[in-house]
T-cell receptor
Framework: GENVEQHPSTLSVQEGDSAVIKCTYSDSASNYFPWYKQELGKRPQLIIDIRSNVGEKKDQRIAVTLNKTAKHFSLHITETQPEDSAVYFCAARGPGGNQFYFGTGTSLTVIP | KAGVTQTPRYLIKTRGQQVTLSCSPI?????VSWYQQTPGQGLQFLFE???????NKGNFPGRFSGRQFSNSRSEMNVSTLELGDSALYLC????????????FGSGTRLTVV
């Protein structure tokens, strides 16, 4: 099955700096890649996603890029704010159905 | 529109007991997936139900089972609980097709003592 690796596991940045989280996947047939943000004690929430036929997508301060050839995708957060502090999960949907494979998460801390 | 509702929110059980968790998806969503979340293992896929049928299954022992009712509500059952089953169990709903990602519920925090 699909295998998703996520790096780094922890990330600390100063407020206003950028943060980048990277994920790789193994199954070239995976076609959809969402990112979830989970604040402490809360549910994971979808923040941005990208389909395999798109190379980049932006939504205000967050963006996701996808390199299908290298089988990796990244989350970019610019002008970070303390409320961006959370655990971020990447995921890949396999081609066979509705099953998502998640990375192990990145704990992002934005230092005021 | 109501979100994904999981009950109960917290549960403490004794090793060897069994437990049933419930998930009500967003109205109109026919797919319900279950995940186990632990600090060391992240989000581990348990199974997915679509229109009352198990469509996908993860690599968990047979002690973990589930079902889905005609109204799309789903239950997950764990029998013969072990200490290692302590985790946050998340349910996620979606329309079931190749559209967008899940909407997660708030989870059930299970502690096995």
């Amino acid at each position: 099955g699909e295998n998703v690796e996520q790096h780094p596991s922890t990330l600390s940045v100063q407020e206003g700096d950028s943060a980048v989280i990277k994920c790789t996947y193994s199954d070239s047939a995976s076609n959809y890649f969402p990112w979830y943000k989970q604040e402490l004690g809360k549910r994971p929430q979808l923040i941005i996603d990208i389909r395999s036929n798109v190379g980049e997508k932006k939504d205000q301060r967050i963006a996701v890029t996808l390199n299908k050839t290298a089988k990796h995708f990244s989350l970019h957060i610019t002008e970070t704010q303390p409320e961006d502090s959370a655990v971020y999960f990447c995921a890949a949907r396999g081609p066979g159905g509705n099953q998502f494979y998640f990375g192990t998460g990145t704990s992002l801390t934005v230092i005021p | 529109k109501a979100g994904v509702t999981q009950t109960p929110r917290y549960l403490i059980k004794t090793r060897g007991q069994q437990v049933t968790l419930s998930c009500s998806p967003i109205s109109g969503h026919r797919s319900v997936s279950w995940y186990q979340q632990t600090p060391g293992q992240g989000l581990q896929f348990l199974f997915e139900y679509f229109s009352e049928t198990q469509r996908n299954k993860g690599n968990f022992p047979g002690r973990f089972s589930g079902r889905q009712f005609s109204n799309s509500r789903s239950e997950m059952n764990v029998s013969t609980l072990e200490l290692g089953d302590s985790a946050l169990y998340l349910c996620a709903s979606s329309l079931g097709g190749q559209e967008i990602g899940y909407t997660f519920g708030s989870g059930t925090r299970l502690t096995v003592v």
